[in-house]
């Protein structure tokens, strides 16, 4: 065998090593029909992988197969990888990817300089998770705009979170508040674009009226959460978190992760979906992007008393002026 594909399998290997959170061979057994020493000798590079094991295996661990070739683009664009999952059903490989990403989440919280910036123009997900009735909106929006053929009457009642996605809730928001250091930026229109889903909905009756009441109720407690985060400046973990309300609108929710050797960064698209890269110049430049933007942004954490009284006094209004319950 020539020795090419030995080099371009050993790059494979070390981009594989990087993404995968646990033993390599184990997570390749996961993906793969091969018996252990097949894997084996594909990682010694005494066999090649086939092309469809390079597909698999590059498609389930975030792996650009542009990134094995030395081709530079003169346009210095980084990888991204667009990741959208089927919300109108949860599949193994959904709950083996949502594990993975936790497993990375925890291994760069053991790290003390690990960082988290969030700029929100809606709810991250580990927000959302701590109000799922909210959460269920969110779904209930994608499915509204993509599950175009669900058998099942599309309703906010008949929205579920499967019992298996549920349980890896506590380890993703565990990892997430054990980060060193982490800062959201708020659009300051991130609420009143939530109200506005809601009511849409509430309006072509996929949302019942005792369900609205609930999701005001829901609502409240969002307020009271963030509140409550702002006021401590720090998670129930002792780890710092500040929050800023941006006096400029953005066009999605960006965020990035960096601790030591991982550097993720994603940008939303499609509401639930993302473009993610797990390059670190990527990463660095979605860091400098969220941290220019502390520049035109209030804090409202810590000691800033007076603006955090009024931002969510601001947004306790707009909830009773604007959210409709005929």
């Given at each position: 065998m020539s020795h090419d594909w030995r080099k371009l399998q050993e790059k494979f290997i070390a981009l594989m090593k990087g993404k995968s959170a646990g033993n390599l061979a184990q997570t390749i057994a996961e993906l793969l029909p091969l018996e252990k020493e097949a894997i084996y000798r594909r990682l010694r590079a005494d066999v090649p992988f086939s092309f469809s094991e390079y597909v698999t295996l590059s498609s389930q661990l975030g792996i650009s197969?542009?990134?094995?070739?030395?081709?530079?683009?003169?346009?210095?664009?980084?990888?991204?990888?667009?990741?959208?999952?089927?919300?109108?059903?949860?599949?193994?490989?959904?709950?083996y990817m949502s594990e993975s990403y936790i497993k990375v989440i925890h291994r760069a919280a053991d790290n003390p300089y690990s960082e988290f910036g969030i700029a929100a123009n809606t709810?991250?997900?580990?927000?959302?998770?701590?109000?799922?009735?909210?959460?269920?909106?969110?779904?209930?929006?994608?499915?509204?705009?993509?599950d175009m053929n669900s058998e099942q009457p599309l309703h906010y009642l008949n929205i579920k979170v499967p019992p298996e996605e549920e349980a890896t809730y506590a380890g993703y928001l565990e990892g997430i508040q054990r980060i060193k250091y982490t800062y959201f930026i708020?659009?300051?229109?991130f609420l009143m674009s939530l109200i506005n889903d809601i009511n849409y909905f509430y309006e072509i009756q996929l949302?019942?009226?005792?369900?609205?009441?609930?999701?005001?109720?829901?609502?409240?407690?969002?307020?009271?959460?963030?509140?409550?985060?702002?006021?401590?400046?720090?998670?129930n973990t002792e780890n710092k978190v500040e929050m800023y309300?941006?006096?400029?609108?953005?066009?999605?929710?960006?965020?990035?992760?960096?601790?030591?050797d991982i550097h993720v960064s994603m940008s939303t698209v499609y509401g639930l979906g993302a473009y993610t890269s797990l390059e670190k110049e990527a990463c660095d430049s979605m860091?400098?992007?969220?941290?220019?933007?502390?520049?035109?942004?209030?804090l409202i954490s810590g000691i800033s008393q007076l603006d955090r009284i009024r931002f969510f006094k601001q947004q306790r209004e707009l909830l009773e002026q604007h959210f409709k319950i005929d």
């Open positions: 197969l542009d990134s094995l070739t030395d081709f530079t683009s003169p346009y210095r664009s980084q990888s991204f990888q667009l990741h959208i999952r089927d919300y109108s059903q949860f599949t193994p490989v959904d709950l709810l991250p997900l580990h927000i959302s998770l701590l109000h799922l009735p909210l959460y269920r909106v969110y779904i209930l929006k994608w499915r509204y705009q993509f708020w659009d300051s229109n949302i019942d009226k005792e369900s609205m009441y609930l999701l005001k109720q829901e609502m409240e407690r969002l307020l009271n959460t963030l509140e409550y985060y702002a006021d401590r400046d720090i998670y309300i941006s006096l400029l609108n953005f066009d999605t929710t960006y965020n990035y992760l960096s601790s030591g860091k400098k992007w969220i941290q220019g933007l502390k520049k035109t942004s209030t």
